[in-house]
């Protein structure tokens, strides 16, 4: 069992930057793929950001390549979500998910289905 625990999210400034954490309990998170997925009100849910079990390859959904950076410490259990440039648009509810594999979050976007999900952390960028 893996459960994960969102934080950081809040009220940022068009333009500004926030930092998410998910911090993972649980004796194999080295095992798992993680990513985070967001919800817009009245949007569907859309994948964001992926990172394999061991942090050697990442991956972006189009929208924030370039401006957002995934990671994780495995040492610390913890994932991570720098998001920088913030837009209006980008106002929702973050969710961290574990899952076995990178490969088809890639394909599958906001239709992937982790084995693991957090409870969510809401991020509001105002204009």
């Known amino acids: 069992q893996v459960q994960l625990v969102e934080s950081g999210g809040g009220l940022v400034q068009a333009g500004g930057s926030l930092r998410l954490s998910c911090a993972a309990s649980g004796r194999t998170f080295s095992s798992y793929a993680m990513g985070w997925f967001r919800q817009a009100a009245g949007k569907e849910r859309e994948f964001v950001a992926g990172v394999s079990r061991s942090g050697g390859r990442s991956f972006y959904r189009d929208p924030v390549k370039g401006r957002f950076t995934i990671s994780r410490d495995n040492a610390k259990n913890t994932v991570y979500l720098q998001m920088n440039s913030l837009k209006p648009e980008e106002t929702a509810v973050y969710y961290c998910?574990?899952?076995?594999?990178?490969?088809?979050?890639?394909?599958?976007?906001?239709?992937?289905?982790?084995?693991?999900w957090g409870q969510g952390t809401r991020v509001t960028v105002s204009s």
């Open positions: 998910a574990a899952g076995r594999g990178l490969d088809n979050w890639e394909t599958r976007g906001g239709y992937a289905q982790p084995h693991y």
